[in-house]
């Protein structure tokens, strides 16, 4: 089995749910995720921004943990250096983790 790195990320983010809305938190190195409490489920993306920002944690870090709560913490997509400063995905670093992989298998 892999062996899942946390660098780079922080010990707990929040994101929004996809299919309900909701403002949920994720910890590092645990699977799925946390709703919160009632008064702040609902309050959406400038919820999860002002929790983050108070956290220092940065876009590209919320999607890592994003990735890494949802398909596992060995997954590439876990490492917030394949991300741009906004949370996208980086094309030419994710081509680049790609390519790497496959001289190593």
């Given at each position: 089995?892999?062996?899942?790195?946390?660098?780079?990320?922080?010990?707990?983010?929040?994101?929004?749910?996809?299919?309900?809305?909701?403002?949920?938190?994720?910890?590092?190195?645990?699977?799925?995720?946390?709703?919160?409490?009632e008064?702040?489920?609902?309050?959406?993306?400038?919820?999860?921004?002002?929790l983050?920002?108070?956290?220092?944690?940065?876009?590209?870090?919320?999607?890592a943990?994003?990735?890494?709560?949802?398909?596992?913490?060995?997954?590439?997509?876990?490492?917030?250096?394949?991300?741009?400063?906004?949370?996208?995905?980086?094309?030419?670093?994710?081509?680049?983790?790609?390519?790497?992989?496959?001289?190593?298998?």
């Amino acid at each position: 089995m892999k062996q899942a790195t946390f660098e780079g990320l922080p010990e707990k983010c929040y994101a929004i749910m996809e299919l309900t809305g909701e403002v949920i938190q994720i910890n590092r190195g645990i699977m799925g995720y946390f709703p919160l409490d009632e008064h702040l489920r609902f309050k959406g993306k400038e919820m999860v921004d002002i929790l983050n920002d108070k956290d220092g944690v940065t876009p590209a870090q919320r999607e890592a943990m994003k990735a890494g709560s949802l398909w596992g913490w060995y997954v590439p997509a876990a490492n917030p250096l394949l991300y741009n400063e906004d949370g996208t995905l980086n094309k030419e670093r994710v081509a680049e983790c790609v390519n790497m992989m496959r001289t190593i298998s």
